[in-house]
């Protein structure tokens, strides 16, 4: 299923499959600097897509979700990615204190998990992905909120 207009795009995913071939295309798209945003209940499939991104550029360790670190620094294919969960996040001086602020050279991708936690201290989004849990599968939305984001939807 799909439906479209130049900064939208609505899925349904019957199964973990159609997450990790998204996240195959995705992988595809990125560009230094780009910061995505993904929104959903715990279990909705958040990390298993950066799993799935990690995988399709060559990665071949564990994939972990950052529950309690926040952060999990990535290098590969030549791309630099962070991998934020922040909802164990608990303020800003928790953020300040862990230097997170200077990881976002404008180099460095981030797919961040929970981002609400962080409003105002990390940068707008280019890619939003919202999963919904459905009985059987997931409900996808991917908002572009950039041109370097449109550039990447109109893409996938
Ligand atoms: N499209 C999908 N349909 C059904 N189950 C899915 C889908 N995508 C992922 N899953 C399953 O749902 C769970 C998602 O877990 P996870 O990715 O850790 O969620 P989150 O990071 O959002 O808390 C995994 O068990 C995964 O196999
Ligand atoms: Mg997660």
Sequence with gaps: MHSHDDSRISLIFVDENATIALAQRLAAQLKPGMVIYLHGDLGA????LVRGVLNALGYTGRVKSPT??????YHISGLDLRHFDLYRLHDEEEWEAAGFRDEFD???IFFIEWPEKAQGLIPQADVEIIFEILTQGRKVEIHA????????LEQL
Aim: hydrophobic fraction near 15%; charged fraction near 20%; glycine fraction near 14%.
């Design 45 to 48: 499939g958040k990390t298993t």
């Design 68 to 73: 309690y670190t926040l952060i999990e620094p």
């Design 106 to 108: 404008g180099h460095n």
């Design 145 to 152: 909120n950039t041109e370097m984001g449109r550039q990447c």
